[in-house]
């Protein structure tokens, strides 16, 4: 039975919208933008911080491998926290957490641009990445629950063009913010925003209407998860360090090994695991939530790599910002102007050909171009071949399990795709640190890898959907 909200605390309860609004031929597409802002944040602030990183290490007298917890913090709690806060949710209500999670990243938000040291700074991106995961985890249903199914896919598209256009202006913003006003711009320009989203929020959004208690989850496996996947980036984040910690460096690897080892076999036991291993091992779903993590891999590396180049270079941080946005403004593009080709051209397909091309794209940026503007070009293009690639691929997964699995396998699809941003930020700075170390060139070193990762999505493309199952069609 759907829960009724009449009865719960004030603070528990969903408020309704305004009559005014609720009865205005246009308050489903008003409840669509206010869900847009949300998204166009939720990606801004995942590309950028990345050209705050010199800066950071100037104030804060430390390495990449220090600073790049700033991106890791948000993006491993992210992976974390964006099934559980689902299932929360379905319970509680989908707009009174998309509420309060905008009020968290609003307030985590003021508490980075005042962190006074490195240590208060990767702790506020903590919780910042929490209330991120309220916005993320909730966007899609609130979305489709206030425009109904049969505009749903128009809606979502909607939805997609703004976290597209906040992924594109994240650097070209940033890198603005950080040459007239340093860092810490970065971080307070989401709270004017963050309140009027409030606002927006609580008078346009519809309250849920279809709560169900879910009881209290997969509290194991998302312990467990948690802990495989921070310590896993704890201990790539030391192999980037100057001088690692060997011995605890070993025992953390350990652990975390034997925390994901645990975590498989817990799933395989849960009533309601958070990541089904059966799910798993149906046709495409291994091998796509695979190509989505390097996919994402691919998309960021090159967002914590460039700024330590470009200030090599000495580029002036403006200019190294619209640089640096070629990359997910390709991307962008790309991923827009790719469902016009989608009824013509198989998805497998889709994912080969882009994915051959960003590893050829990779490749030429191995050769250590010096030039702004070569850069500029070769982003565009990595960024346009991704932007081809992961929205076949995940259309492949998606097409891959029946309607009823949709939910949970689009959970899925955003722990890859925030593992794969996370490992991209950890690796590129190991590979920064090892070029150094011993003389090499490290951008070549990195996109090498990243040519690598291509190559080996050009041969794990996942099957045609099986008949019979599936929600959008290939």
């Not at 598209?157 to 603005?176: E, F």
Request: charge should be positive.
């Amino acid at each position: 039975m759907p829960k009724t909200q009449v009865a719960r605390g004030r603070w528990r309860r969903e408020l309704a919208r305004p009559a005014w609004v609720r009865e205005h031929p246009q308050a489903p597409w008003a409840a669509v933008l206010a869900v847009c802002v949300g998204a166009f944040m939720g990606q801004l602030d995942a590309s950028i911080v990345t050209l705050a990183f010199p800066r950071m290490q100037l104030e804060f007298h430390t390495a990449l491998a220090g600073v790049q917890w700033v991106s890791l913090a948000y993006l491993g709690v992210l992976a974390v926290m964006l099934v559980p806060v689902g299932r929360w949710s379905d319970a509680h209500g989908r707009k009174l957490l998309y509420v309060y999670g905008f009020g968290l990243f609003t307030l985590a938000s003021a508490g980075c641009g005042l962190a006074p040291s490195l240590g208060w700074l990767v702790v506020a991106r903590a919780v910042q990445a929490l209330g991120a995961a309220l916005l993320q985890a909730n966007s899609v249903a609130l979305v489709v629950h206030s425009v109904g199914a049969r505009k749903a896919r128009t809606a979502l598209g909607v939805q997609a063009a703004a976290q597209a256009l906040g992924l594109a202006a994240g650097p070209a913003i940033g890198g603005l913010l950080v040459g007239q006003f340093g860092w810490r711009s970065v971080f307070w320009v989401n709270v004017p925003v963050g309140v009027i989203a409030i606002a927006t929020g609580l008078v346009l959004l519809p309250r849920s209407q279809d709560l169900k208690e879910h009881g209290t989850g997969d509290i194991a496996g998302a312990a467990l998860l948690g802990a495989s996947t921070l310590l896993t980036l704890w201990t790539l984040a030391q192999l980037a360090d100057p001088a690692p910690r060997w011995p605890l460096v070993a025992v953390v690897a350990a652990v975390a090994v034997v925390a994901g080892v645990s975590f498989w076999r817990v799933e395989g036991r849960a009533v309601a695991p958070l990541i089904s291993p059966a799910r798993l091992r149906a046709a495409g779903i291994a091998g796509g939530l695979g190509g989505a993590l390097l996919g994402y891999l691919a998309l960021f590396a090159p967002l914590v790599l460039y700024p330590q180049v470009f200030r090599q270079w000495n580029l002036p941080t403006g200019r190294a910002g619209l640089v640096l946005s070629c990359l997910p403004a390709g991307f962008a593009l790309a991923a827009l102007l790719g469902t016009r080709v989608g009824h013509t051209v198989s998805n497998p397909v889709r994912v080969r050909v882009g994915a051959a091309a960003a590893a050829v794209s990779a490749a030429l940026q191995c050769l250590g171009w010096a030039s702004p503007l070569v850069v500029a070009g070769l982003l565009l293009v990595s960024g346009a071949s991704l932007g081809v690639v992961l929205p076949a691929n995940n259309a492949l997964v998606m097409t891959s399990v029946p309607e009823s699995d949709s939910a949970v396998t689009g959970g899925m699809i955003n722990v890859a795709r925030a593992l794969g941003t996370s490992l991209g930020v950890a690796l590129t700075a190991l590979g920064v640190r090892v070029g150094l170390g011993h003389g090499w060139a490290s951008p070549p070193l990195v996109m090498a890898a990243l040519a690598a990762a291509c190559v080996v999505m050009v041969f794990t493309a996942g099957p045609v959907r099986r008949p019979g199952m599936g929600i959008w069609a290939p």
